[in-house]
C-alpha cells in the first residue's frame, strides 16, 4: 500500500476526512472541484489598526501564497454561472469580494490586484458616494469606480451593500433586519417591508448607473439577514447576497446565502488562510454539517 493511501485511510478511521484534499494535491490531483472558496476583506491600511483591517503587505501576500498553490481566482461572473448551472469553475477556484467599498480598494488593493491578475468585486455602500470623503473611513467616488470598471472590465466588479442600511438601530439590531421605532411605535410589516424594497432598488440603480454589467448581487451588512430580508432583497432585483457563514460555496447553495471565508483580519497569515480553505472543502452533492458562528467568527 502507498504511504499516502494508508495516511487517507487512517485519517477517515478518525474522522478527519477533511484533510484528505491536501494530501491528494501532493500526488498531483485538485484540492477540489465544483466548489469555490469566497474570501471576505474590508479595508487595507499600512498602520490603521482593527480587526477587518489588514496591511496591503498582507493582503499580497495571501494572494501570492494562494497562486502558489493552485488556487485559480475567478471573476463574478463566472461564479454566478457556476452557481446558475450554466458553466463551470476551475479545480481550486476562489473569488475575492471587499465590503463597504472603501477608497483603500482603490488605492491599494486594485493596483496588486491588477499586477497578480486577480479578479474581485466591491461591495458598495451607495449612500457613501454623495461624500466619500467625509466618510469615517474614506469611500469610493463615482469617478474611482468608473475607472476601475473602464480599465478593468475583466477583473473588477461592483455589489450593493445597501444604500443606508447599513448600521445598527438603538436596539442594537442591524438597520436591514430590525425594526425602526418612531415614538416608541415599532414600524408595521408592510412599513419594513416597502424601507428594504426602497433602499435596495436605490442601491442597485446608483450602481447599474456606473457599471457597464446588470448588478444583481448584494453583500448584507454585518454579514446578517433574515428569511423576511432575503425574500425582499429577492423582490427588488438582487439574485446572489453574500454572508459571513465560513464555508464553500457550491452549485447547492442558496443564491441569497452565499456563504464567505474571512481573509481580512490581521490574525489571519498566508499560510493560515490556506489551510483555512483546506478544512472547509466540502463533499459536493453529500450533506453537510451546519455551521454555528461563534462571536469571535463574526
Keep these: 500500500m502507498k504511504p499516502w493511501i494508508g495516511v487517507t485511510l487512517l485519517l477517515a478511521a478518525l474522522g478527519?476526512?477533511?484533510?484528505?484534499?491536501?494530501?491528494?494535491?501532493?500526488?498531483?490531483?485538485?484540492l477540489y472541484t465544483d466548489q469555490v472558496a469566497v474570501l471576505m476583506y474590508h479595508h487595507l491600511d499600512e498602520t490603521a489598526q482593527s480587526s477587518s483591517t489588514i496591511k496591503p503587505e498582507l493582503f499580497r501576500?495571501?494572494?501570492?501564497?494562494?497562486?502558489?498553490?493552485?488556487?485559480?481566482?475567478?471573476?463574478?461572473?463566472?461564479?454566478?454561472?457556476?452557481?446558475?448551472?450554466?458553466?463551470?469553475?476551475?479545480?481550486?477556484?476562489?473569488?475575492?469580494t471587499f465590503d463597504d467599498g472603501y477608497e483603500s480598494f482603490y488605492t491599494k488593493a486594485y493596483p496588486i490586484l491588477r499586477q497578480l491578475e486577480v479578479p474581485a468585486v466591491n461591495f458598495v455602500i451607495t449612500g457613501d458616494l454623495e461624500h466619500p470623503k467625509e466618510t469615517y473611513?474614506?469611500?469610493?467616488?463615482?469617478?474611482?469606480?468608473?475607472?476601475?470598471?473602464s480599465e478593468s472590465p475583466n477583473l473588477i466588479a461592483i455589489g450593493c451593500h445597501t444604500d443606508a442600511m447599513h448600521g445598527k438601530l438603538p436596539s442594537g439590531d442591524a438597520i436591514m433586519v430590525g425594526r425602526e421605532e418612531q415614538g416608541g411605535v415599532k414600524e408595521s410589516d408592510e412599513a419594513y417591508r416597502q424601507r428594504v424594497l426602497a433602499d435596495t432598488s436605490t442601491c442597485l440603480g446608483k450602481l447599474n448607473?456606473?457599471?457597464?454589467?446588470?448588478?444583481?448581487?448584494?453583500?448584507?451588512?454585518?454579514?446578517?439577514?433574515?428569511?423576511?430580508?432575503?425574500?425582499?432583497?429577492?423582490?427588488?432585483?438582487?439574485?446572489?447576497?453574500?454572508?459571513?457563514?465560513?464555508?464553500?460555496?457550491?452549485?447547492?447553495?442558496?443564491?441569497?446565502?452565499?456563504?464567505?471565508?474571512?481573509?481580512?483580519?490581521?490574525?489571519?497569515?498566508?499560510?493560515g488562510l490556506y489551510k483555512t480553505i483546506l478544512h472547509r472543502i466540502v463533499r459536493v452533492n453529500e450533506d453537510r454539517p451546519k455551521i454555528v458562528l461563534s462571536e469571535g467568527d463574526r
Design 61 to 96: 501576500a495571501q494572494l501570492e501564497l494562494l497562486k502558489s498553490k493552485q488556487i485559480h481566482f475567478i471573476t463574478l461572473d463566472q461564479f454566478k454561472k457556476f452557481l446558475d448551472g450554466t458553466g463551470k469553475v476551475p479545480d481550486n477556484a476562489a473569488l475575492v
Design 137 to 149: 473611513i474614506p469611500s469610493l467616488s463615482r469617478e474611482q469606480i468608473r475607472a476601475m470598471l
Design 16 to 30: 478527519l476526512g477533511a484533510m484528505a484534499p491536501a494530501l491528494r494535491a501532493a500526488d498531483g490531483k485538485p
Design 209 to 271: 448607473e456606473l457599471s457597464p454589467a446588470t448588478v444583481d448581487t448584494m453583500a448584507y451588512p454585518y454579514g446578517i439577514t433574515t428569511p423576511a430580508a432575503s425574500r425582499l432583497v429577492g423582490q427588488a432585483g438582487v439574485r446572489y447576497a453574500f454572508t459571513i457563514t465560513p464555508s464553500m460555496a457550491t452549485q447547492g447553495t442558496d443564491l441569497l446565502q452565499i456563504p464567505r471565508i474571512n481573509g481580512g483580519s490581521p490574525n489571519v497569515t498566508p499560510d
